[in-house]
């Protein structure tokens, strides 16, 4: 990927408000009782956060891993 619009700030926002609106997704499917999808939804919502926080602090794009161990490790 190249890096010549690499912009830390739009990147780490976008993943936050993405994250949020996958907040209320989890929400909405653990009231319904569908405790699954809200699991599934709850570790995109928490990938996406850690993906924002390493940009963050590598300035760098994130691994393609879900793996939110590995992720975690690399800060």
Do not use: C
Request: charged letters at 30%.
């Amino acid at each position: 990927m190249e890096k010549n619009n690499f912009d830390i700030h739009k990147i780490v926002q976008y993943r936050i408000e993405s994250s949020d609106e996958d907040f209320e997704t989890m929400i909405t499917m653990f009231e319904t009782k569908r405790y699954s999808w809200s699991l599934f939804i709850g570790h995109f919502m928490f990938e996406k956060l850690l993906k924002a926080l390493y940009v963050k602090v590598n300035s760098d794009y994130p691994p393609f891993s879900h793996n939110l161990l590995r992720l975690a490790e690399k800060m």
